[in-house]
């Protein structure tokens, strides 16, 4: 062990290529539904402001996906390159959803750049909006397909090693293990829920430096409503979530909620320390364990002692879990606080202090994101394919992979700071109101 | 046919596609940077920006399909090539980031037109043709050895290997051929007279280098892998064709004839070079090492991996024709007169 381990050095590239692409792709499944949903109301409404919120949306939107490709297409190769033993073996079971999702990506491309370049270019604004669902539906396929892969590797089925060989293979079957379901929908309901707050944050934060349009008005109320909508779809579906680990990884969910005896009434343990077997300073809810797992509060949930000792995730999970669901829950609450407030007035919401947890939903949203990505992948160890292959297994034995970590942590500090000064660079230097008056008085022109 | 044909057919003909696509793509960003470097940049950033920027993502997805679809097909390559060309590969995607994050940064955004980076995308596009390139030396064997069961890049073999260096060059010289002559043709049809004369000048001095190493590789080829060599002569026929269609591009461009015909028959002379190239390599993936049919996937995986091509061909191919109609085709956008810019 240590870092001349070639293992843990492909484990530490892969895992800063996903988190770093997965705010882009996070973004880029999630927000061409808001530019959707957005320019449907302002069309619906005739109502400029929501128009205009829909292209400075998509602007914004071609610069994250541009770097979305490159790290995607980074990871794509990166899976070959520091697991190609995993690959060897995947790629017989696996290999139709990745392959779909090549098309799924392809087909959104393509409608995406002819969106872009087509503003204005039809009289009928019902004609361009159209062109916007295939990229919607081309983003959300992309990441269905992906999720299944990932499903996959947490619950395998469709094949059977037979003697060291895979036989009865079934692609369809592989496709569709239990874990799609619950892993797909968490994925895409927070992906939207994500892409919200982003954009609320946004607004909250031009409306604290000064501005007052009722643009950015409008802008943080309908982010908020759909981040709402979305934060509450998260936590139904978080619930089923945990109803399959317990029936198909169980060890994720002990390992999660440091459940270490086989037991019923099971306590659900939030934050704390551990010590031993003990959790000191927990917060302990009786029953919420069993009711997660099984919907039940006298059921049996499985412990870590069920479990080879080699065969436990790490213990450390717990946090990763517990931030997860911290913040899921936080931004469900905070979003129905405000989107309540804006409807009866209360004027505690455009106070600067609420103003600031406005700003901070998207940011935490992509912290739970980073803690939801970074559980389920840590969850599923000592395995990259559980049961079957381990992760130490599937790893290259090629030579310079440190060197590489350096190299790729260089480009995505770049990539990542670029996105940054570019997007705000973009919008400051064409605010909002003066766009505005411009289509205004663009319009008057026609008229004459 | 065989399902191992069809599988390495379909990819060969997506490589083939990139090939082209790619080299249009990574030439125009030379060019530009090139023409930047001596103060002509008016000439050519206009119609380099407006083709480029709407499908260089479309440019992405031909490469990404065909790992992708190699990995599917043939999963043991994943084991041979994944685990040797790490470093490659990853300057390889270090250099795409560096196109990508162009289009994201300087023309999409906030337009930063900063001449480093004008220069940095630029080289990327000849840097590129040589990261990825000498993947054909490696696949004609010699340079993987096993050690202990597992695959080894032999680095400095591949380094002193002339072999590498031609493919490298042809690479190169290649996409800087292929990019100006279909530039000419852009820029005839958008009739801008001075970015024409001047990609014309290009594509006629790249000629000659592309036709000269293409030539020389096929001689390498006898000493450094003779079987290979063998097969190839046995399809002089194509080579033939391939030179013939060569010879009718030059002649167009020469003339300042039919540019459209001149970038159609460019094509065709590297379709028929690109699959008597392949099909000699058959059936080796890898000398000596890999060949399609040991490194096959399992029939169900091939075919439902070739249902799922075909039905999403029913998908792209009219998506594509839709986007090169509005930007390839569309005489008022080519022209640049007409701007619908988000």
């Known amino acids: 062990m240590g870092f001349e381990d070639t293992a843990l050095q492909s484990r530490i590239l892969t895992l800063m290529t996903l988190s770093f692409h997965i705010i882009y792709a996070t973004v880029g499944v999630g927000v061409p539904l808001m530019i959707m949903i957005a320019q449907w109301v302002g069309i619906r409404k005739k109502d400029e402001h929501y128009i205009l919120l829909a292209r400075r949306w998509a602007r914004g939107f071609v610069i994250t996906v541009a770097v979305g490709v490159v790290t995607g297409t980074a990871i794509g190769l990166q899976l070959s390159l520091l697991w190609p033993n995993f690959m060897q073996m995947a790629g017989n079971v696996i290999a139709l959803p990745l392959f779909m999702e090549v098309f799924a990506f392809f087909f959104e491309a393509i409608f995406l750049g002819i969106y872009l370049y087509t503003w204005d270019r039809f009289e009928d604004q019902r004609k361009h909006f159209l062109l916007l669902i295939p990229v919607a539906v081309g983003a959300a396929a992309s990441s269905v397909f992906i999720t299944i892969v990932n499903s996959f590797m947490n619950a395998p089925q469709g094949f059977e090693v037979l003697n060291g060989e895979l036989v009865n293979i079934s692609p369809l079957l592989a496709m569709f293990s239990p874990a799609v379901p619950t892993k797909v929908a968490h994925v895409l309901a927070t992906a939207f829920m994500t892409s919200a707050f982003v954009l609320a944050s946004i607004a909250a934060y031009r409306l604290m430096r000064g501005s007052n349009h009722i643009y950015h008005k409008k802008a943080l109320f309908l982010t908020m409503k759909l981040g709402l909508v979305f934060s509450i779809a998260t936590a139904i579906i978080g619930d089923f979530s945990g109803k399959y680990l317990a029936e198909y990884q169980p060890e994720k969910l002990a390992a999660a909620e440091w459940h270490f005896e086989t037991e019923a009434e099971a306590d659900l343990i939030l934050f704390g320390v551990l010590d031993g077997e003990e959790a000191k300073y927990a917060i302990r809810i009786p029953y919420a364990l069993s009711i997660l797992a099984h919907g039940v509060p006298n059921a049996e949930v499985i412990g870590l002692n069920e479990f080879p000792e080699d065969e436990i995730p790490p213990l450390w999970i717990h946090y990763l879990f517990d931030t997860m669901v911290t913040l899921g829950m936080w931004l469900a609450f905070f979003s129905f606080v405000y989107v309540v407030g804006a409807w009866r007035g209360w004027s505690i919401i455009t106070k600067t202090w609420f103003r600031w947890l406005t700003v901070m939903t998207g940011p935490l949203a992509m912290l739970a994101i980073q803690a939801g990505w970074w559980f389920t992948e840590v969850g599923r160890q000592p395995w990259i394919l559980r049961g079957y292959m381990k992760t130490s297994e599937g790893a290259t034995t090629s030579g310079n992979v440190d060197l590489m970590i350096v190299l790729f942590a260089g480009l995505y500090l770049i990539l990542g700071i670029g996105t940054v000064v570019v997007l705000s660079r973009m919008y400051k230097r064409n605010p909002v109101e003066d766009e505005l008056a411009q289509r205004e008085s663009n319009k008057g022109g026609e008229e004459q | ?342």
């Open chain 2, 1 to 342: 046919m065989t399902l191992e044909i069809i599988g390495i057919s379909v990819l060969w003909l997506f490589l083939f596609l990139y090939v082209i696509v790619a080299s249009i793509d990574f030439g125009a960003g030379f060019f530009n940077a090139y023409s930047a470097f001596s103060d002509k940049q008016h000439v050519l950033t206009g119609v380099v920006q407006r083709y480029l920027s709407p499908v260089w993502e479309v440019t992405n997805v031909f490469f990404v399909f065909f790992f992708v679809g190699i990995i599917g097909f043939f999963p043991q390559t994943a084991f041979y090539y994944g685990t040797t060309l790490l470093v490659p590969a990853s300057i390889a995607l270090i250099l795409l980031a560096i196109r990508g994050s162009y289009y994201a940064f300087a023309t999409y955004g906030a337009k930063i037109n900063h001449r480093g980076y004008i220069y940095m995308y630029g080289l990327s596009g000849l840097l590129l043709p040589a990261a990825l390139s000498p993947v054909l030396a490696i696949s004609e064997g010699g340079f993987i050895r096993l050690e202990g069961g597992q695959p080894s890049l032999d680095y400095w073999a591949l380094f002193m290997s002339p072999l590498m260096w031609s493919i490298v060059v042809l690479s190169i010289a290649a996409v800087l051929y292929i990019s100006a002559v279909f530039l000419t043709w852009y820029a005839a049809k958008a009739g801008d007279a001075k970015a024409t004369t001047l990609l014309r000048k290009y594509a006629l001095i790249w000629a000659g280098p592309t036709i000269v190493t293409a030539t020389g590789i096929i001689f390498e080829l006898r000493g450094h892998n003779p079987e290979h060599y063998a097969n190839l002569l046995d399809l002089w026929w194509m080579f033939a064709l391939s030179f013939l269609l060569f010879l009718g591009t030059v002649y167009l461009v020469w003339k300042r004839r039919n540019y459209g015909m001149a970038f159609i028959l460019l094509v065709g002379q590297f379709f028929t070079a690109f699959f008597a190239y392949g099909a000699s390599h058959y059936p080796y993936l890898l000398y000596p090492h890999l060949t399609i049919y040991d490194s096959f996937t399992n029939e169900s995986m091939a075919i439902a991996l070739i249902i799922a091509f075909i039905a999403g061909l029913g998908l792209l191919l009219p998506s594509l024709y839709l986007l090169f109609r509005l930007f390839l085709f569309d005489k008022d956008y080519v022209k640049g007169k007409s701007d619908y810019h988000a």
